[in-house]
Nanobody, 115 residues
């Protein structure tokens, strides 16, 4: 079972990044998916969530209107499109897949927003 995030990096304020979460070893379409982030010295927080069918989308207030979560079950991949990035978005971003019985986490990808 694996969840592998990619797409992180260094970007200037106002820029964009698209994170991907590639799932393998389990039936991705049976799991709800979320993106979390953890900044240095802070607790991990929920950024966005999407249910297994691609609906019931929720965002943290801090990213509403700037981030978009999506998924492609045929490709076993989830995405987080991040626009208008701010310095306070700097964090390690984690992908999470959760069913009624099981939960999986990726290893995280670093996003740094700095000029």
């Amino acid at each position: 079972v694996r969840l592998v995030e990619s797409g992180g990096g260094l970007v200037q304020p106002g820029g964009s990044l698209r994170l991907s979460c590639a799932a393998s070893g389990f039936t991705f379409s049976r799991y709800d998916m979320s993106w979390y982030r953890q900044a240095p010295g802070k607790e991990r927080e929920l950024v966005a969530a999407i249910n297994r069918a691609g609906g019931a989308i929720n965002y943290a207030d801090s990213v509403k209107g700037r981030f978009t979560i999506s998924r492609d079950n045929a490709k076993n991949t989830g995405y987080l499109q991040m626009n208008s990035l701010k310095a306070e978005d700097t964090a390690v971003y984690y992908c999470n897949a959760k069913s009624s019985w099981l939960e999986y986490w990726g290893q995280g990808t670093q996003v740094t927003v700095s000029s």
